[in-house]
């Protein structure tokens, strides 16, 4: 039978993290938290930033994106979730999946691109750090985040028109909490061939090239600062580092495991409990991760606070 006389299916059955009305209760109550947390700090990290000029630097600028996007790739995920367990419905209309899942791949390539910029950025600032005002100059600084968005709404389109042209006429039931790619191309009647052979070069593109250059960039900063003759000059250098180390292991640890590792080594828990981690837990542990270490954003926040509560009173 051809594809254009198979009846498509109109709406998927999100089968979430369980089914157990018990657990969905605890669940529910789980990710709200995680949520609020996500939203409440990534744009604290945004709202000092911004108002502090002192912090208006290349850094902070990326970290400011980063935050962005963390708490947008949240917001695309997560709420639909809570609404679903909460209204006691798992169905989503074709349209708003393929909406879901364009956002959900445009922020997450956005987020792995901007953590390798942020890579960059340090590598300058530790192996350059006289030429450090020269290269990152304002009009790299905003390629270096412009073009992210221009690139991830490249790829992110370019899934949804491949995704268009499948037909989804057996089960319409998707054992996740939200429309990913990988498990809508399992239900499809159609040849995917195209797709998955377009997944494995965006993986390349989007995953292992920027954990590699993450990689080269941390190998020369190591060098760098091994020269370095005291040891607390070695000790600040790493602790500049340490917080985005944390980050890239966070994301690109779980990410890998999706989209790089065999099919035959994946299972629908494994890639939910994947999910979980870079769609909700990532984006609520990086303003900590982010903030804890750092003296100069810890102090922006304290003003930020302050200024809210003398304001308020």
């Not at 949804?160 to 996740?176: D, K, Q, T």
């Not at 607390?232 to 500049?240: I, L, N, P, Q, V």
């Not at 299972?267 to 994947?274: D, G, H, L, Q």
Request: charged content about 10%; overall charge positive; proline content about 5%.
């Amino acid at each position: 039978m051809e594809p254009r006389n198979q009846t498509s299916t109109s709406e998927f059955i999100l089968l979430g993290l369980s089914e157990n009305p018990e657990q969905e209760t605890l669940l529910f109550a789980l990710f709200l938290c995680m949520y609020v947390v996500t939203v409440v700090g990534n744009l604290l990290i945004i709202l000092a930033i911004s108002s502090d000029p002192y912090l208006h630097t290349p850094m902070y600028f990326f970290l400011a994106n980063l935050s962005l996007v963390d708490f947008c790739l949240a917001t695309d995920t997560v709420p639909k979730m809570l609404v679903n367990i909460q209204i006691r419905s798992k169905s989503i209309s074709y349209a708003c999946c393929l909406t879901q899942m364009y956002f959900f791949h445009f922020f997450g390539i956005m987020d792995s691109v901007l953590i390798a910029v942020m890579a960059y950025d340090r590598f300058v600032a530790i192996c350059h750090p006289l030429h450090y005002t020269t290269i990152m100059s304002p009009r790299l600084c905003g390629l270096l985040a412009g073009g992210p968005w221009v690139f991830s709404c490249f790829i992110s389109l370019t899934h949804i028109l491949l995704m268009a042209r499948l037909v989804f006429c057996g089960s319409n039931e998707l054992p996740h909490y939200f429309c990913d790619l990988t498990p809508l191309l399992r239900l499809s009647c159609t040849d995917t061939s195209v797709n998955k052979i377009f997944v494995l070069i965006v993986a390349g593109m989007v995953i292992a090239t920027p954990f590699i250059c993450i990689l080269a960039s941390y190998a020369r900063i190591i060098v760098a600062i091994m020269k370095v003759p005291s040891a607390g000059g070695r000790k600040k250098a790493f602790s500049t580092c340490s917080s985005h180390l944390s980050v890239v292991a966070l994301f690109y640890g779980t990410t890998i495991g999706v989209y790089l590792c065999p099919s035959s080594v994946r299972t629908a828990v494994k890639e939910k409990a994947s999910a979980v981690m870079y769609t909700a837990v990532t984006p609520m542990l990086n303003p900590f991760i982010y903030s804890l270490r750092n003296r100069d954003l810890k102090g922006a926040l304290r003003k930020l606070v302050n200024r809210k509560i003398t304001s308020s009173s």
